[in-house]
């Protein structure tokens, strides 16, 4: 299989939007854009998809992910960015794909009770997020080398420290983190997730370079 690693056009959309809903998904049936988006799966990788591509760098943005294609094709895919400043532009992307003001305050009371558990957002560190890997490519290192990818990016924006977050039932992506020198930080979100969305705490792992 001859792969090539690069970073993701906005020609990569579809795909992209499947590597957030798989990521999110990770080892559960349903989605937490369940939650935010609503609708159906076709109807949230459809939104996906358009926030992946508007002007709007939200943590959805295309110019913040590392991908590995086969035969030109994206099948696997990581994203870094910092927090802080990716959050800021959510408002602003749901507003270009045509949401209303009315629409985004909902979302974000509909998401309050969820994103209140989250720890206070740390300054300095590169997040890693929306990381997957296509059925039928998986174990074959794709990913690890799509997150060392993104790793390597934030340290050329001067970013020494690390996070990302993973369900506690994600054994096989705590591993690899691990692997990777990821180290648990912290656990949280347990109440709110099992009621909102039938799942387990999130964890938190982080690494310092």
């Not at 935010?36 to 939104?47: D, I, R």
């Not at 590995?68 to 800021?88: I, S, W």
């Not at 997957?132 to 080398?145: E, I, K, Q, T």
Request: aromatic share 12%.
């Amino acid at each position: 299989m001859d792969v090539v690693y690069r970073p993701a056009a906005v020609s990569d959309a579809p795909a992209l939007a499947e590597f957030i809903y798989l990521a999110d998904q990770s080892p559960y049936r349903n989605s937490g854009y369940d939650l935010s988006l609503g609708g159906s799966k076709e109807k949230q990788l459809a939104e996906i998809q358009q926030l992946v591509k508007v002007q709007s760098r939200s943590w959805f943005h295309f110019s913040f992910f590392e991908v590995a294609t086969v035969a030109d094709r994206a099948v696997a895919g990581a994203a870094g960015f910092d927090r802080l400043a990716t959050d800021a532009q959510i408002p602003a992307a749901l507003r270009e794909i045509g949401w209303s003001d009315e629409a985004v305050q909902n979302l974000q009371r509909r998401m309050s009770e969820l994103y209140s558990c989250f720890p206070p957002e740390p300054c300095g560190y590169w997040t890693l997020d929306h990381v997957a890997c296509l059925p039928g490519f998986r174990r074959g290192g794709l990913v690890r080398s799509v997150v060392l990818r993104s790793i390597e990016r934030g340290k050329a924006l001067g970013f020494r420290r690390f996070k990302l977050d993973v369900y506690r039932g994600n054994i096989a992506a705590r591993k690899l983190y691990e692997r990777l020198g990821f180290r648990l930080s912290e656990s949280f979100g347990e109440a709110a997730l099992r009621r909102l969305l039938d799942r387990d705490a999130l964890e938190r792992l982080t690494l310092e370079l």
